[in-house]
């Protein structure tokens, strides 16, 4: 699977963001779908994901109730949509992909290119 991550910017404290992940070359369906993100100095972090079903979500406990997670088949394309954005939300976003799994998973099949999300105060 190829996947290609965008819709990342600048942006104030409060406003949203929704990112992108088009994916392509296998079946976009089988493959649950997470976001991770990484600060300088920090490991990645997975913020959000998506069973390959699309019927089980999870997040972050600093992200829940801001992020929403979602997966539409039919376009090859998973999103995250992030609302009320804080400074702290500041990193690089990535998008996974793995084959089968369910919302949290550690080590994905395939990684997209980040997208650098800053939110100033």
């Known amino acids: 699977v190829q996947l290609q991550a965008s819709g990342g910017g600048l942006v104030q404290a409060g406003d949203s963001l929704r990112l992108s992940c088009a994916a392509s070359?296998?079946?976009?369906?089988?493959?649950?779908m997470g976001w991770f993100r990484q600060t300088l100095g920090k490991e990645r972090e997975l913020v959000a994901g998506?069973?390959?079903?699309?019927?089980?979500?999870d997040y972050a406990d600093s992200v829940k109730g801001r992020f929403t997670i979602s997966k539409d088949n039919a376009k090859n394309t998973a999103y995250l949509q992030m609302n009320n954005l804080k400074p702290e939300d500041t990193a690089v976003y990535y998008c996974?992909?793995?084959?089968?799994?369910?919302?949290?998973?550690?080590?994905?099949?395939?990684w997209g290119q980040g997208t650098q999300v800053t939110v100033s105060s």
């Open positions: 996974a992909a793995k084959l089968w799994a369910g919302t949290t998973w550690a080590y994905p099949d395939y």
């Open positions: 070359g296998r079946t976009f369906s089988n493959y649950a």
């Open positions: 998506i069973s390959w079903r699309g019927t089980s979500t």
